[in-house]
Every structure is written in structure tokens, then in C-alpha cells.
């Protein structure tokens, strides 16, 4: 790919072209050719993500993505850039096609692929007034790269928390959590991450495009480019004892289209358990949803919880769905000594799923989608942490573990461990589940935490912190975890700055994106 990107950089311009150190670029590849690219970019990016999880294909699509913008005016970028992002979003999510079809997944693809697109016109200015806001070599090497990447971030950025609530999922870091680049993570979170990857791959494009620059120095600049972020060390993730943990994924059937009985997942997480009598652990973590019956309001379900905890002589750690004045919370309960001792209500109810945004809007459009969002659950406002007898856990619910502020709150609250409790059930064995135990794998290395990741039907795992697996159940399989999981409470370098990488690399490229379009406005201004 170098030695055909140099060639393209070194070909002499069209006539009528601008050359390079003129005030604009021209199109590094003529427009057909770029949304082949795009398409081809798109394609690659997913197949860094679990499944496939081949790594390094999300650079190589991250690079096909970049080299079609290069050069192209702002209308053919946005075309360029949905083709892209319906290419990526498309594959990425096919899972939500298992059980509620077409429409909810093309929504939702074309939705990020419109900001995917946004993006991209972004990045394509920057890239055609690059030879005029940074007229040096140095500029467009050590200028260029970094606003680019800060571009990518900020639209990852935004599209995590917007609209309603946004959709953090895509992001270029999420792929990489079996990648030498994973420990990264632990220095400058899930953004800085999807940062310096994307300008590695901005770096070596812009090493290639540059003229007059040696073979022996762009590979040379390359090669320790990608050596600068490899020899960095991993966190050491230091620990301070341990703490037995007793997961149990009950493999109910607890999906949105299953029909099941009141009471079926929580006779599923019973049977489970009452197999683990005599273990002695310090407590039972069972999924989301696990007592389908909210034991607040049955006194049946209550009972049971009560036998449980009781046989095990341990805290039970519970997910269920709560009723409290007439609103719907899906919540987490710590039942202790036949009460609820604490609960956190989740931060980040799915939209579309777990509440309907203009819900007459959207029946009149597609009622019997609408139709199975039956109630609408409420943003929870409680704390992320309870003190499970004397062990401070940080709680996530599903897809709570993908919110950047609900992880850093757990960390800030004083969570010693993570349990991240999920119901995946409507997504079958797609990768939506490896997807999700990716990102959760990613956040015991980003907040030096064990996470126990447990679901209704897997994938289950017990993550340490430094990300390597200590136990797990198959999919689809009754069973328990029970392992002494080491506790921390050390503050990694990316939960001391928080979100400050964030903000500071998604403003170095919004500050790049403005001094291009003054630059655009100057070159409209003079005369021809």
C-alpha cells in the first residue's frame, strides 16, 4: 500500500491540476475510485471488530476511508463518506436483524452513517486546504496527521452521547481489545485510543503523499511511528486483594420476542445457583433481568431471594425491572439480610427498546415494532456503586459499560471491581455478545478493575485487570462462574484525566477544521 500511495503522490499532476504546494489539493483518487475505496474502507473497519476480529484490518479500512477524501470538495465527500459509513454500519450491527428485522438495523445504519458522512466532509476539507494552512513539510507531518485524528474522535465523540443519549458503539478503539495496542487504553481512555490510531494511519498516508522524501525515510518514520505507541509499557494494574464472586448465567429465555412464564429466569437462576451450595464466596451476581419477578412487589420472589441468599450465606447482587410511583426503572438490587439493601437504576436506557423517543410519531410509521416497547424506563439517577459487604462494586447495566462518563463514575464513586450485568438475549449467537465482552475486556484495562461480565445466555467472562480472561461459560449454557477476583482501587492515568484527552484532541481537530474553511473562504475571495 506504500509503494502504491507513493506512486499516486509522485504522478504528475492533470492539466489544470493544482500542484501539491498550491493553495488546494486535488483528488488524490478520481471520484469513482474513491467510493470504491470508501465501500472497500467500510468493509475492512468491521472486519477489525469481533467477530472477525482480524485487528489490523481496522487501520488498513481506516486508511481507505482517509485516502478517498483526500482532495475531494465538500458534496462528493458526503456522498463518499455515507457510502463508508453504510458499508461499516450495515455489517456492523446485522445483528439486530436476528428477531426485529430490517427496519430497526437500516434506521439505525443510516442514522450513523449520516454522521459518519458529516464527518468525512470534515476531514476532506482539512485534507484539500492542507497545502495552505500548513505549507511546510513539518506542518503538513506533524500538523496535519493530529487534526485529522482529532476530527475522527470528535465524531465518535459525539455520536457516543447524541442523539438521545447516543450509540458508543463502532468506535475504531473498540476493535482493538486483543491488540498490542489495548494496553493503551489504561493511559488515555477509549477516545485517546481511537485517537492515536487514526493519526498513525494519517501519519503513514501523509508520509507517503509527501515528495521528495526518501524511501529509507518514510519507512524509517513509519516504523517508528508504530514503535513510538508499542513501547509504551503496560499499566502494571497493581491489586489489593481479592474478593469470591459467585456469576451465574441461568441461559433463560429472556428476549423480547420470547414467551415465557412470570418467574421462568428467575427459576433458571435458582436452579443455577442451588448447584454452587457449600462454595463459600463473599457474593452471587446474577444478569440483568435475572428475576423477571421485581421481588419489591412479590412476596413470592422475595422469599426466593431470601432461600438463596440464605443457602449461600452470601449478598445476592440482582437484576430485575423495579415499579416505583408508577415508573419503570431496569435496576440492579442488592438483597441482604431479606431486604433491598441498595439499587442502582440504569444510566443509559437503550432507546427504541427500552423507552420510544415521539412514540405516537413513530407508531404511526411502524406500529407493531412500536408495539413491543411496552414501557418506557426512566434514566436512572442513583450512585454506581453499593457496598457489597464491605466490597465497593461498581455497578453497569447492558449497555451502560459502552457510556464514558457511567465507567469514570464507577471509578470516582470508589468501585474496587465492576460487575457488568447484561441480558443479550435478543441478539442471539451474533456479535453483538463478542462485541460487548470486547468493550467490556477494554474497560478492565482502561480503570485497572476486574470486570465480571455476566449475561442471561453469554458471553460471560470474568476479566482481569489487565485483561486477560480468569474464567467463563460458554453461550448458551446453564452454569456459574465462581472465582476470587482481585480488587483495586488504583486510578489509572485515563480515569485521573477523565475525559480531558477527549476534549483536548477533538479541539486540536476542530481547530485545524476552522483555520481550513477560513482558508476555503480567502481562496473563493481571491481573484481568478
Known amino acids: ?24 489539493a486535488g483528488p488524490l483518487l ?6 470504491l475505496a470508501a465501500l472497500g474502507g467500510g468493509l475492512s473497519l468491521m472486519t477489525g471488530f469481533p467477530g472477525a476480529d482480524i485487528w489490523p484490518l481496522t487501520l488498513v479500512g481506516v486508511a481507505g476511508i482517509l485516502v478517498s477524501l483526500i482532495g475531494q470538495r465538500w458534496n462528493r465527500a458526503l456522498l463518499i463518506g455515507l457510502i463508508g459509513g453504510l458499508a461499516f454500519w450495515c455489517a456492523h450491527i446485522s445483528w439486530l436483524t436476528l428477531y426485529l428485522g430490517p427496519v430497526p438495523w437500516l434506521a439505525l445504519a443510516v442514522v450513523e452513517a449520516a454522521f459518519f458522512a458529516i464527518g468525512a466532509v470534515t476531514i476532506a476539507i482539512v485534507y484539500r486546504f492542507a497545502p495552505r494552512v500548513w505549507p511546510t513539510r513539518l506542518g503538513r507531518l506533524g500538523i496535519l496527521p493530529i487534526v485529522v485524528a482529532g476530527l475522527w474522535t470528535a465524531r465518535e465523540a459525539f455520536t457516543a452521547v447524541a442523539p438521545e443519549g447516543g450509540f458508543s458503539w463502532g ?13 493503551l487504553v489504561a493511559f488515555v481512555g477509549i477516545s485517546g485510543l481511537s485517537f492515536l490510531l487514526v493519526w498513525l494511519v494519517a501519519f503513514v498516508i501523509q508520509l507517503c503523499r509527501e515528495v521528495g522524501v526518501s524511501v529509507l525515510s ?44 412470570a418467574g421462568d429466569n428467575l427459576n433458571a437462576h435458582i436452579t443455577e445457583t442451588l448447584k454452587l451450595e457449600g462454595d463459600n464466596v463473599d457474593m452471587v451476581v446474577w444478569p440483568e433481568n435475572a428475576s423477571d419477578v421485581d421481588p419489591e412487589a412479590s412476596r413470592a420472589a422475595a422469599a426466593d431471594l431470601d432461600f438463596i441468599s440464605g443457602i449461600m450465606k452470601a449478598p445476592l447482587v440482582v437484576g430485575t425491572i423495579a415499579e416505583r410511583d408508577g415508573k419503570f426503572y431496569n435496576t440492579s438490587l442488592l438483597w441482604e439480610n431479606g431486604t433491598v439493601a441498595d439499587f ?13 423517543p415521539a412514540r405516537p410519531f413513530f407508531r404511526a410509521l411502524v406500529p407493531d415494532l412500536v408495539d413491543l416497547v411496552t414501557r418506557d424506563y426512566q434514566v436512572g439517577t442513583t450512585d454506581t456503586v453499593m457496598n457489597v459487604d464491605g466490597v465497593v462494586a461498581g455497578i453497569s447495566i447492558c449497555f451502560d459499560i459502552t457510556d464514558d462518563s457511567a465507567v469514570q463514575a464507577m471509578v470516582d464513586d470508589g468501585a474496587q471491581v465492576i460487575l457488568a450485568q447484561t441480558n443479550n438475549a435478543d441478539f442471539g449467537q451474533t456479535d453483538e455478545n463478542l462485541q460487548q465482552l470486547a468493550i467490556a475486556r477494554l474497560r478492565a484495562i482502561e480503570t485497572g ?25 460458554a453461550p448458551y449454557t446453564p452454569g456459574a462462574m465462581v472465582d476470587d ?24 481537530g476542530l481547530a485545524g477544521l476552522a483555520l481550513s474553511l477560513v482558508a476555503a473562504a480567502r481562496t473563493r475571495r481571491r481573484p481568478r
Open 449 to 473: 478493575r476486574s470486570v465480571v461480565n455476566i449475561s442471561t445466555v453469554g458471553h460471560s467472562a470474568i476479566i482481569a485487570p489487565d485483561g486477560s480472561t480468569l474464567d467463563a461459560i
Open 485 to 508: 477476583v482481585p480488587l483495586s482501587t488504583t486510578i489509572t492515568p485515563a480515569s485521573l484525566v477523565g475525559r480531558g484527552i477527549e476534549w483536548l484532541v477533538s479541539g486540536l
Open 1 to 24: 500500500m506504500t509503494a502504491v500511495l507513493s506512486r499516486i503522490a509522485t504522478r504528475p499532476p492533470a492539466p489544470g491540476a493544482l500542484p501539491v504546494a498550491a493553495e488546494v
Open 218 to 261: 518514510r519507512v524509517t518514520l513509519a516504523v517508528g511511528a508504530v514503535a513510538l505507541l508499542l513501547v509504551v509499557p503496560a499499566w502494571p494494574a497493581p491489586t489489593t486483594g481479592t474478593t469470591r464472586i459467585a456469576a451465574v448465567q441461568g441461559n433463560t429465555k429472556s428476549g423480547l420476542l420470547d414467551r415465557v412464564e
Open 344 to 356: 442502582y437504576d440504569k444510566r443509559h436506557p437503550v432507546p427504541f427498546a427500552e423507552y420510544m
Open 171 to 183: 468506535r475504531v478503539a473498540f476493535s482493538q481489545s486483543m491488540s498490542p495496542f489495548a494496553s
Open 30 to 35: 478520481p471520484f469513482w475510485l474513491a467510493c
